[in-house]
């Protein structure tokens, strides 16, 4: 078992930035590709950012690309997503998630899971 826990979330005007951490306990952290997700409400989960398990390899979703940066450090078992230039449609609750794999931005595939941070981005 990984034990997940997200923070860093909060409230942030348009423009603004935040960065969030997931820390990891249990089983080894770093064999697992780490991914963020997020989920609007009346909206499906979907893939923001992953790293692999040495942080050689990132792939960040279109509708990020260029304003978040997804990092990790193995030796804090921690993973983080740095926000920059959010905007109001980024509104939502993000997860973040294990997968002994890489190469996948489909949930069902991401064993573990935390239980998620509100961020809300104000116009």
């Known amino acids: 078992q990984v034990q997940l826990v997200e923070s860093g979330g909060g409230l942030v005007q348009a423009g603004g930035s935040l960065r969030l951490s997931c820390a990891a306990s249990?089983?080894?952290?770093?064999?697992?590709?780490m991914g963020w997700f997020r989920q609007a409400p009346g909206k499906e989960r979907e893939f923001v950012a992953a790293?692999?398990?040495?942080?050689?390899?990132?792939y960040h979703a279109d509708s990020v690309k260029g304003r978040f940066t997804i990092s990790r450090d193995n030796a804090k078992n921690t993973v983080y997503l740095q926000m920059n230039s959010l905007k109001p449609e980024d509104t939502a609750v993000y997860y973040c998630?294990?997968?002994?794999?890489?190469?996948?931005?489909?949930?069902?595939?991401?064993?573990?899971w935390g239980q998620g941070t509100q961020v809300t981005v104000s116009s």
């Open positions: 998630a294990a997968d002994p794999d890489w190469g996948t931005t489909e949930p069902q595939e991401y064993d573990y």
């Open positions: 249990g089983r080894t952290f770093s064999p697992y590709t």
């Open positions: 790293i692999s398990w040495s942080g050689a390899n990132t």
